[in-house]
């Protein structure tokens, strides 16, 4: 092993820090709903708030490791390919954060007049079931992209 490899964590590392640690309240409230509701999987199992909140943490980290990210030999394609991808992440986050706001938004509406808006409240819990494995998938494929690495 060379002394560079022995600082750099490898891309296990930089998984867990940046894709799972950001989605570990959406997972740990998924495993203790999972368990109250005697090991049954449904729609409400796991919480689209927290998921869509997750998955912006998540894209922020990325964000900000790739704008921290150094390129051995300074080019200004791949530094704009770094740019916009930070660009795409950081448009993630945002849609993201939307998404949480419209359902916490909607839950609270429900909450207070009924299941007025509640087949909004899973067309949106839907959206982001979905929207979520966008991020994640382009996260990997970035990783190895640009060869990132975890900033510990």
């Known amino acids: 092993m060379t002394d560079k490899s022995k600082k750099q964590p490898s891309t296990g590392t930089w998984i867990l820090i940046h894709i ?3 989605l570990l309240p959406f997972l740990i409230e ?22 869509a909140a997750s998955i912006g943490l998540l894209c922020l980290f990325i964000n ?20 916009g991808t930070a660009t795409l992440f950081l448009t993630f986050a945002v849609i993201s954060f939307i998404l949480f706001t419209i359902i916490v938004l909607l839950v609270a ?42 900033v510990i």
């Open 20 to 22: 799972i640690f950001p």
């Open 30 to 51: 998924g495993f203790i709903r999972f368990i109250l509701f005697d090991l049954s999987m449904t729609l409400h199992t796991f919480n689209s708030a927290t998921l």
């Open 64 to 83: 900000q490791n790739l704008l921290a990210h150094n390129i051995p030999l300074p080019d200004e394609e791949e530094q704009s390919r770094i740019y």
């Open 109 to 150: 509406i429900g909450e207070k007049h009924g299941d007025l808006l509640q087949q909004a409240q899973y067309t949106f819990e839907s959206i982001v079931f979905i929207f979520c494995l966008l991020p994640i998938a382009t996260a990997i494929k970035t990783q190895r992209s640009f060869k990132l690495r975890a």
